[in-house]
Protein backbone atom coordinates (compact mmCIF):
# COMPACT_ATOMS: atom_id res chain seq x y z
CA UNK A 1 0.00 0.00 0.00
CA UNK A 2 1.32 3.58 -0.90
CA UNK A 3 1.73 5.96 2.20
CA UNK A 4 -0.74 7.25 3.08
CA UNK A 5 -1.17 11.34 2.19
CA UNK A 6 -3.32 14.18 3.08
CA UNK A 7 -1.63 17.74 2.39
CA UNK A 8 -4.20 19.68 1.04
CA UNK A 9 -7.80 19.52 2.47
CA UNK A 10 -10.78 21.67 0.50
CA UNK A 11 -13.94 22.81 2.45
CA UNK A 12 -15.61 24.72 4.84
CA UNK A 13 -12.50 25.55 7.31
CA UNK A 14 -14.12 23.74 10.57
CA UNK A 15 -14.10 20.40 8.63
CA UNK A 16 -10.48 21.19 7.11
CA UNK A 17 -9.34 21.64 10.41
CA UNK A 18 -10.34 18.31 11.38
CA UNK A 19 -9.53 16.08 8.14
CA UNK A 20 -5.74 17.44 8.75
CA UNK A 21 -5.66 16.32 12.61
CA UNK A 22 -7.14 13.14 11.73
CA UNK A 23 -4.64 12.85 8.71
CA UNK A 24 -3.00 11.08 7.06
CA UNK A 25 -5.31 9.56 5.27
CA UNK A 26 -5.43 6.98 2.01
CA UNK A 27 -8.83 6.84 1.34
CA UNK A 28 -10.64 10.67 -0.75
CA UNK A 29 -13.28 11.07 0.73
CA UNK A 30 -15.84 13.57 -0.46
CA UNK A 31 -17.53 15.04 2.08
CA UNK A 32 -21.05 16.55 2.03
CA UNK A 33 -19.97 20.31 2.35
CA UNK A 34 -17.79 19.61 -0.58
CA UNK A 35 -14.59 18.88 1.18
CA UNK A 36 -12.33 15.99 0.24
CA UNK A 37 -9.68 14.65 2.59
CA UNK A 38 -7.19 13.25 0.21
CA UNK A 39 -7.28 15.64 -2.57
CA UNK A 40 -3.61 15.08 -3.91
CA UNK A 41 -3.71 11.25 -3.39
CA UNK A 42 -0.39 9.97 -5.79
CA UNK A 43 -3.20 7.19 -7.07
CA UNK A 44 -5.83 10.02 -8.05
CA UNK A 45 -9.15 10.32 -6.86
CA UNK A 46 -8.70 7.26 -4.70
CA UNK A 47 -10.96 5.19 -4.21
CA UNK A 48 -13.40 6.94 -6.12
CA UNK A 49 -11.84 5.50 -9.61
CA UNK A 50 -11.25 2.18 -8.44
CA UNK A 51 -15.24 2.46 -7.45
CA UNK A 52 -16.20 3.68 -10.97
CA UNK A 53 -14.64 0.25 -12.32
CA UNK A 54 -16.91 -1.87 -9.59
CA UNK A 55 -20.10 -0.18 -9.07
CA UNK A 56 -22.07 -1.41 -12.59
CA UNK A 57 -21.51 -4.99 -11.26
CA UNK A 58 -22.93 -4.22 -7.85
CA UNK A 59 -26.97 -4.41 -7.27
CA UNK A 60 -27.64 -0.80 -7.40
CA UNK A 61 -30.46 -1.74 -4.84
CA UNK A 62 -29.07 -3.42 -2.01
CA UNK A 63 -31.27 -2.95 0.30
CA UNK A 64 -31.78 -6.11 3.04
CA UNK A 65 -28.24 -7.31 1.94
CA UNK A 66 -26.02 -7.57 4.86
CA UNK A 67 -22.18 -6.61 3.35
CA UNK A 68 -19.00 -7.27 4.82
CA UNK A 69 -16.27 -4.38 4.12
CA UNK A 70 -12.91 -6.06 5.10
CA UNK A 71 -10.01 -3.81 5.85
CA UNK A 72 -12.51 -0.94 5.21
CA UNK A 73 -9.56 2.10 6.01
CA UNK A 74 -11.80 5.17 6.37
CA UNK A 75 -14.85 3.64 4.67
CA UNK A 76 -15.38 4.74 1.23
CA UNK A 77 -16.72 1.46 0.14
CA UNK A 78 -18.77 0.97 3.28
CA UNK A 79 -20.43 4.38 2.71
CA UNK A 80 -21.17 3.25 -1.03
CA UNK A 81 -22.93 0.27 -0.25
CA UNK A 82 -24.73 1.55 2.48
CA UNK A 83 -26.41 4.41 -0.06
CA UNK A 84 -27.86 1.44 -1.74
CA UNK A 85 -29.36 0.23 1.34
CA UNK A 86 -27.09 -2.47 2.52
CA UNK A 87 -26.73 -2.62 6.11
CA UNK A 88 -22.42 -2.82 6.51
CA UNK A 89 -19.82 -3.79 8.83
CA UNK A 90 -16.51 -2.52 8.11
CA UNK A 91 -13.75 -4.14 10.06
CA UNK A 92 -9.90 -2.68 10.20
CA UNK A 93 -6.54 -3.12 12.22
CA UNK A 94 -5.76 -0.03 12.23
CA UNK A 95 -7.24 2.52 14.93
CA UNK A 96 -6.08 5.72 12.87
CA UNK A 97 -8.17 4.67 10.21
CA UNK A 98 -11.18 3.73 11.77
CA UNK A 99 -11.37 6.84 13.71
CA UNK A 100 -11.19 8.24 10.38
CA UNK A 101 -14.20 6.17 9.29
CA UNK A 102 -16.57 6.89 12.43
CA UNK A 103 -15.79 10.40 11.88
CA UNK A 104 -16.41 10.27 8.36
CA UNK A 105 -20.30 8.22 9.10
CA UNK A 106 -21.39 11.29 11.12
CA UNK A 107 -20.13 13.57 8.20
CA UNK A 108 -22.22 11.76 5.35
CA UNK A 109 -25.39 11.05 8.31
CA UNK A 110 -25.38 7.16 9.02
CA UNK A 111 -25.37 5.93 12.13
CA UNK A 112 -23.98 2.69 13.78
CA UNK A 113 -27.39 0.79 12.80
CA UNK A 114 -26.24 1.74 9.06
CA UNK A 115 -22.71 1.08 9.06
CA UNK A 116 -20.55 -0.36 11.99
CA UNK A 117 -16.91 0.23 12.46
CA UNK A 118 -15.21 -2.74 14.10
CA UNK A 119 -11.47 -2.93 15.30
CA UNK A 120 -10.43 -6.62 14.14
CA UNK A 121 -7.54 -8.36 12.14
CA UNK A 122 -9.92 -11.11 9.41
CA UNK A 123 -8.50 -14.04 10.81
CA UNK A 124 -10.96 -13.30 14.02
CA UNK A 125 -13.88 -13.54 11.45
CA UNK A 126 -13.40 -17.12 11.41
CA UNK A 127 -13.99 -17.65 14.93
CA UNK A 128 -17.36 -15.99 14.36
CA UNK A 129 -20.86 -17.60 12.72
CA UNK A 130 -21.75 -14.00 10.98
CA UNK A 131 -22.28 -14.87 7.53
CA UNK A 132 -23.09 -11.54 4.55
CA UNK A 133 -24.63 -11.40 1.23
CA UNK A 134 -22.09 -9.02 0.12
CA UNK A 135 -18.56 -9.39 0.96
CA UNK A 136 -15.50 -6.74 -0.49
CA UNK A 137 -11.79 -8.10 0.03
CA UNK A 138 -10.21 -5.93 -1.65
CA UNK A 139 -6.55 -4.19 -1.24
CA UNK A 140 -6.28 -6.15 1.70
CA UNK A 141 -4.65 -9.95 0.37
CA UNK A 142 -1.14 -9.18 0.00
CA UNK A 143 -0.82 -7.77 3.13
CA UNK A 144 -1.85 -10.81 4.79
CA UNK A 145 1.34 -13.38 6.47
CA UNK A 146 -1.07 -15.93 5.74
CA UNK A 147 -2.91 -14.91 2.94
CA UNK A 148 -5.03 -18.44 1.78
CA UNK A 149 -5.85 -18.62 5.45
CA UNK A 150 -7.13 -15.00 5.13
CA UNK A 151 -8.87 -16.10 2.02
CA UNK A 152 -10.36 -19.39 3.40
CA UNK A 153 -11.92 -17.56 6.17
CA UNK A 154 -13.38 -14.51 3.92
CA UNK A 155 -14.70 -17.18 1.30
CA UNK A 156 -17.25 -18.72 4.11
CA UNK A 157 -18.63 -15.50 5.37
CA UNK A 158 -20.18 -14.80 1.42
CA UNK A 159 -23.80 -15.84 0.92
CA UNK A 160 -24.49 -14.45 -2.84
CA UNK A 161 -20.97 -12.24 -4.03
CA UNK A 162 -17.59 -11.38 -2.65
CA UNK A 163 -15.59 -8.98 -4.75
CA UNK A 164 -11.69 -9.71 -4.72
CA UNK A 165 -8.60 -7.40 -5.42
CA UNK A 166 -5.46 -7.73 -5.40
CA UNK A 167 -1.50 -6.55 -6.45
CA UNK A 168 -0.52 -9.25 -9.46
CA UNK A 169 2.33 -9.86 -11.27
CA UNK A 170 2.16 -9.08 -14.77
CA UNK A 171 0.57 -11.15 -17.49
CA UNK A 172 -2.41 -12.59 -18.02
CA UNK A 173 -1.25 -16.21 -19.05
CA UNK A 174 -2.94 -19.45 -17.75
CA UNK A 175 -1.75 -22.61 -18.31
CA UNK A 176 -3.88 -25.04 -19.93
CA UNK A 177 -3.33 -28.34 -17.56
CA UNK A 178 -2.38 -27.90 -14.37
CA UNK A 179 -3.67 -31.79 -13.46
CA UNK A 180 -1.86 -33.97 -12.11
CA UNK A 181 1.70 -35.10 -12.64
CA UNK A 182 4.80 -37.28 -11.27
CA UNK A 183 6.62 -36.26 -8.29
CA UNK A 184 9.55 -35.18 -11.65
CA UNK A 185 7.99 -33.73 -13.82
CA UNK A 186 8.19 -30.32 -12.63
CA UNK A 187 8.95 -27.75 -15.56
CA UNK A 188 5.43 -26.70 -16.17
CA UNK A 189 5.96 -24.50 -12.37
CA UNK A 190 8.07 -22.41 -14.34
CA UNK A 191 5.59 -21.48 -17.05
CA UNK A 192 4.39 -17.98 -17.21
CA UNK A 193 0.65 -19.03 -16.69
CA UNK A 194 1.62 -21.73 -14.12
CA UNK A 195 -0.61 -20.78 -10.74
CA UNK A 196 1.92 -19.05 -8.84
CA UNK A 197 3.03 -15.89 -6.02
CA UNK A 198 6.36 -13.90 -5.40
CA UNK A 199 6.97 -13.60 -1.73
CA UNK A 200 8.71 -9.88 -0.30
CA UNK A 201 10.97 -11.13 2.48
CA UNK A 202 11.81 -7.32 2.85
CA UNK A 203 9.28 -4.23 1.45
CA UNK A 204 7.70 -3.63 -1.80
CA UNK A 205 6.70 0.14 -2.88
CA UNK A 206 8.55 0.92 0.28
CA UNK A 207 5.78 -1.06 2.38
CA UNK A 208 7.08 -3.82 5.09
CA UNK A 209 3.36 -5.09 5.63
CA UNK A 210 3.50 -6.46 1.39
CA UNK A 211 3.83 -9.64 1.83
CA UNK A 212 2.93 -11.61 -1.50
CA UNK A 213 1.87 -11.25 -4.90
CA UNK A 214 0.16 -13.43 -6.86
CA UNK A 215 0.06 -14.18 -10.64
CA UNK A 216 -3.56 -14.03 -12.92
CA UNK A 217 -3.73 -17.52 -12.67
CA UNK A 218 -2.66 -18.27 -9.48
CA UNK A 219 -5.17 -15.82 -8.10
CA UNK A 220 -7.88 -17.94 -10.20
CA UNK A 221 -6.72 -20.84 -8.74
CA UNK A 222 -6.89 -19.72 -5.24
CA UNK A 223 -10.35 -18.67 -5.66
CA UNK A 224 -11.61 -21.74 -7.04
CA UNK A 225 -9.68 -23.86 -4.41
CA UNK A 226 -11.84 -21.65 -1.58
CA UNK A 227 -15.19 -22.58 -3.21
CA UNK A 228 -16.18 -19.57 -5.15
CA UNK A 229 -16.57 -19.34 -8.48
CA UNK A 230 -15.61 -16.25 -10.75
CA UNK A 231 -18.42 -14.70 -12.69
CA UNK A 232 -16.73 -11.48 -13.70
CA UNK A 233 -13.73 -9.22 -14.05
CA UNK A 234 -15.03 -5.03 -13.25
CA UNK A 235 -11.52 -4.08 -13.73
CA UNK A 236 -7.80 -4.97 -13.45
CA UNK A 237 -6.60 -6.83 -10.56
CA UNK A 238 -10.72 -7.27 -9.35
CA UNK A 239 -12.49 -10.36 -9.83
CA UNK A 240 -16.32 -10.97 -8.92
CA UNK A 241 -17.02 -13.80 -7.49
CA UNK A 242 -20.23 -16.09 -5.67
CA UNK A 243 -20.23 -19.22 -3.86
CA UNK A 244 -19.97 -22.31 -6.30
CA UNK A 245 -22.43 -24.60 -6.33
CA UNK A 246 -22.68 -28.17 -4.41
CA UNK A 247 -21.15 -30.30 -4.33
CA UNK A 248 -17.94 -28.27 -4.45
CA UNK A 249 -15.47 -28.61 -7.85
CA UNK A 250 -12.57 -31.22 -7.29
CA UNK A 251 -10.12 -28.27 -6.94
CA UNK A 252 -12.26 -27.13 -4.02
CA UNK A 253 -12.26 -30.47 -1.50
CA UNK A 254 -9.96 -30.45 1.14
CA UNK A 255 -10.10 -31.05 4.94
CA UNK A 256 -11.85 -28.05 6.48
CA UNK A 257 -10.66 -29.66 9.58
CA UNK A 258 -7.41 -28.39 8.89
CA UNK A 259 -8.76 -24.86 8.83
CA UNK A 260 -11.13 -25.50 12.08
CA UNK A 261 -7.20 -26.13 13.90
CA UNK A 262 -5.92 -23.36 12.29
CA UNK A 263 -8.67 -21.00 14.31
CA UNK A 264 -8.80 -22.95 17.18
CA UNK A 265 -12.05 -23.80 16.16
CA UNK A 266 -14.04 -26.89 18.26
CA UNK A 267 -14.17 -29.39 16.29
CA UNK A 268 -17.58 -31.39 15.44
CA UNK A 269 -18.63 -35.00 16.50
CA UNK A 270 -15.96 -37.83 15.08
CA UNK A 271 -16.96 -40.39 12.94
Known amino acids: MPEPLMRHASGRAGVRREIVELGPWFHNLHLPDGSQTAADHPLGDFPANKWAQLAPWIPADLTGWTALDVGCNAGFYSFELARR ?41 GRTTERFD ?14 LLGLDIVAEKARRLLVFQTLT ?15 DDRDAFLEPGWPK ?75
Open 85 to 125: GARVVGIDADPHFLAQARWAREQFGFDDAQIEFRHAQLYEL
Open 197 to 271: MAFIEGRFAGDPTNWWVPNHAGVEAMLRSTGLRIVGYPGHEIYLCEPAPRPLPEEARWDRAELDAALGRARGPQA
Open 134 to 147: LVLFMGVFYHLRYP
Open 169 to 183: MPGMEVYPDTGDREI
